[in-house]
């Protein structure tokens, strides 16, 4: 992940270098420090939403007798560090219509992710226990949250529903409404939504290695400045676990507008590799992850 941070820095100093030749606005530029934040923003909402994503799966299998909801199997593909508590009790029979609350609590030390990066409090998930239902809405929020030392605050919800066909899976639709404070104090604000669908490994749930996703959406990144940035995925991100694959996209176009600029992020045509293209005004520059 922090090689993701640095790359996104590099590509928008290039971007903020091609700027700075247009002496009539210079405030136009997007700045290596707002991208280096932005990224650090993607990548917690990403491990965030995974967090979220496996823990409703893996309540919602209970009930089709998949699996038996017990502390340990709710922690599965959490750090040791991390513990989960559910009300009502773990290993108890849920009925439909109940309002189901688990708490993820990552400690005040720091907890690090397989990724690496290091998440601190609690993560409080919501939602009415309906299982078999084709849509559920979910809500969670933040206490004490941090990522990377980046305290988050706001409230996300993300819709469920099952797609249909011969094999039904999940595809998750977030609805993001956050605020993330940097450790120097300077706050940013987000607003949009992600759609995430794992479109293979989903029959699979003990093997994390085959999963595939794709993810679209929209959003508005708000800076210290109140500098406004709209990013939106203009091709699906593929994003697939299986080794050498696990820490970027392979696959997807994000396209970036700020003021008058404009640039597209190209991840490739889904080969497992390290490049990427990144376009400014019309300029491409090959990147190696």
Known sequence: MKTKILFLGLMLSLLTISCSKDKADNTNS???A??????KMDAANDDVSSIVEDQVNV???????????????????????????????????????QTVTKTIDFGTAGCALSNGNVLKGQIVITWVYQPGASSQTVNYQFVNFYHNYIKYDGNKT???TMSSGTTPHPIVTMTMDMTATFPNGDVYSRTGTRTREIIAG??????????????????????PSGTVRYSTI??????????????????????FVQNNNTATLDYGDGTCDDIAVFTINGVAHTITL
Request: charged share 10%; proline share 4%; hydrophobic share 40%.
């Open 158 to 160: 993300f819709t469920r």
């Open 234 to 255: 203009t091709s699906p991100l593929i994003l697939k676990l299986q080794t050498g694959c696990s820490h970027h996209f392979v696959q997807g176009i994000i396209s």
């Open 34 to 39: 707002e991208a280096t934040s932005s990224a």
């Open 59 to 97: 309540t919602l299998s209970d009930a089709t007798g998949k699996v038996t909801e017990t502390a340990a199997v709710a922690t599965t593909n959490l750090p040791s560090c991390a513990t989960v508590t559910r009300n009502p009790a773990l290993g108890t029979v849920l009925t439909a219509g």
């Open 202 to 223: 989903f029959d699979t749930p003990n093997v994390l290695v085959d999963n595939v996703y794709q993810v679209t959406g929209n959003w508005t990144t708000t800076f």
């Open 30 to 32: 997007m700045t290596v």
